[in-house]
Nanobody
Framework: QVQLVESGGGLVQAGGSLKLSCAAS????????IAWFRQAPGKEREYVSA????????YYSDSVKGRFTISRDDIKNTVYLQMSTLIPVDTAVYYC?????????????????WGQGTQVTVSS
């Protein structure tokens, strides 16, 4: 059974940093692109960042570009999201997911095996 588990969320002051982890089990993820999405209360799920299967290409939404860095460690079967210079609008539940269909990296419909999410709260 494929399972993705996010961790690393928490409460941080504006300007601070957090590093999220997405640990996969049930299959090796080295053949898959993986993405991070987030969902704030009352809002739709929003694409944040994605990394292709080899790690050679990384993609970011405009709202996090320059502040967040995605990376992967296929030996550990884990994808990371380093978040820096956090601002209150980054407050959300962050999810990782496995890309199961071809197409653009920012469409949630192309992803599956969603994790349960990890809460990130940025105080002002």
């Amino acid at each position: 059974q494929v399972q993705l588990v996010e961790s690393g969320g928490g409460l941080v002051q504006a300007g601070g940093s957090l590093k999220l982890s997405c640990a996969a089990s049930g299959l090796p993820v080295n053949n898959y692109a993986i993405a991070w999405f987030r969902q704030a209360p009352g809002k739709e799920r929003e694409y944040v960042s994605a990394i292709n299967w080899s790690g050679s290409n990384r993609y970011y939404s405009d709202s996090v570009k320059g502040r967040f860095t995605i990376s992967r460690d296929d030996i550990k079967n884990t994808v990371y999201l380093q978040m820096s210079t956090l601002i209150p609008v980054d407050t959300a539940v962050y999810y990782c997911a496995l890309k199961l269909a071809s197409g653009n990296f920012y469409s949630a419909d192309d992803y599956g095996h969603w994790g349960q999410g990890t809460q990130v709260t940025v105080s002002s």
